[in-house]
Nanobody, 111 residues
Framework: QVQVVESGGGLVQPGGSLRLSCVAS????????MYWYRQAPGDQREWVAR???????SYADPVKGRFTISRDGATNTVYLRMNNLKPEDTAVYYC?????WGEGTLVTVSS
């Protein structure tokens, strides 16, 4: 059974940084693209970033240049490094692997 667990969210001031982690189990990690999404209060879930099996990355326009997605095959973990955070980045962040979603981790950007 595939399980996906996110962590690393929290409260951060504007301009600050956070690193989110997503650990996958029950899956051949190296065979899948991995995705980060987010959902702000009252909004639909939106795609944030993607990393392919060979490490190629892609980002949504609002986060380009500020967020970095990476993966570690040794620990079955995908990361999302978020720099220069803005209040509009406030959302629950979700990881998706092989069609399976995690429960999400809340990021709040506020002074």
């Amino acid at each position: 059974q595939v399980q996906v667990v996110e962590s690393g969210g929290g409260l951060v001031q504007p301009g600050g940084s956070l690193r989110l982690s997503c650990v996958a189990s029950g899956i051949r990690f190296s065979s899948y693209f991995m995705y980060w999404y987010r959902q702000a209060p009252g909004d639909q879930r939106e795609w944030v970033a993607r990393i392919s099996v060979n490490g190629a990355t892609s980002y949504a326009d609002p986060v380009k240049g500020r967020f970095t997605i990476s993966r570690d095959g040794a620990t079955n973990t995908v990361y999302l490094r978020m720099n220069n955070l803005k209040p509009e980045d406030t959302a629950v962040y979700y990881c998706k692997i092989a069609g399976v979603w995690g429960e999400g981790t809340l990021v709040t950007v506020s002074s």
